[in-house]
């Protein structure tokens, strides 16, 4: 089994400072890690993935995180904030092993003020 | 190029009424996901199809969800006697092969179900 804790439903940072949205997770074998961002009524979109290559994972929009096994996160982060960051951030996980599902966080929304 | 589609996009059922949610997937994706998204939590899995074999629905909170997919392309899922705790948005995603991991799932826009 695997879950998924991210820390604080809500973060709020100024247009241009370091974005940081945590993630930590519980899986019983190796995971596979996502980070999917979801703006107002729309679907979900791939940020990046941790596919147990490297541990420092760049994805789109400037965004990265790194897996760090002996903490069990995968946070996320960006140097410098914009306004269209604004947004739900999900973090979610799946197992490196056969058949799995994908196991989300209750999301973090982002909140970016000017 | 085209994506998941969902319609309709919002459903207001009265309680007691069945619903038919639609989704058509990226052309060739053989798995179809199944999600629910209650107000302020994260999706949870609902059902997988891989083309048209229904191979997981341990996700379906009861009898009442019901989901197909006969040709293995489009799916519909069905809440018959809708109750007011079914009200949430409904996700469909869709990736090209079968979910070994890291397979990327697409997803829909979702349907945002309101049950009165």
């Known amino acids: 089994a695997q879950s998924v804790t991210q820390l604080g439903s809500h973060v709020s940072v100024s247009e241009g400072a370091l974005v940081l949205l945590r993630c930590n997770y519980s899986?019983?074998?190796?995971?596979?890690l996502f980070w999917y961002v979801q703006y107002p009524n729309q679907g979900l979109q791939l940020l990046l993935k941790?596919?147990?290559?490297?541990?420092l994972v760049k994805g789109i929009n400037g965004f990265e995180a790194e897996f760090k096994k002996s903490e069990t996160s995968f946070h996320l982060t960006k140097p410098s904030a914009h306004m269209s960051d604004a947004a739900e951030y999900f973090c979610?996980?799946?197992?490196?092993?056969?058949?799995?599902?994908?196991?989300f966080g209750k999301g973090t929304m982002l909140l970016v003020s000017p | 190029g085209a994506g998941v589609s969902q319609s309709p996009r919002y459903k207001v059922a009265k309680r007691g009424q069945d619903v038919a949610l639609r989704c058509d997937p990226i052309?060739?994706?053989?798995?179809l996901f199944w999600y629910q998204q209650a107000l302020g939590q994260g999706p949870e899995f609902l059902t997988y199809?891989?083309?048209?074999?229904?191979?997981?629905k341990s996700g379906l909170p009861s009898d009442r969800f019901f989901a197909e997919r006969p040709e293995g392309s489009v799916s519909t899922l069905k809440i018959q006697r809708t109750q007011q705790e079914d009200s949430a948005v409904y996700l469909c995603?869709?990736?090209?092969?079968?979910?070994?991991?890291?397979?990327?799932?697409?997803f829909g826009p979702g349907t945002r179900l309101t049950v009165l």
């Open positions: 995603a869709s990736s090209l092969a079968t979910p070994q991991g890291t397979d990327t799932q697409y």
């Open positions: 899986s019983s074998v190796p995971p596979y």
């Open positions: 941790y596919t147990s290559a490297a541990t």
């Open positions: 979610a996980v799946t197992l490196n092993s056969g058949y799995s599902t994908l196991t």
């Open positions: 052309s060739g994706h053989v798995s």
């Open positions: 199809f891989q083309n048209e074999a229904q191979l997981d």
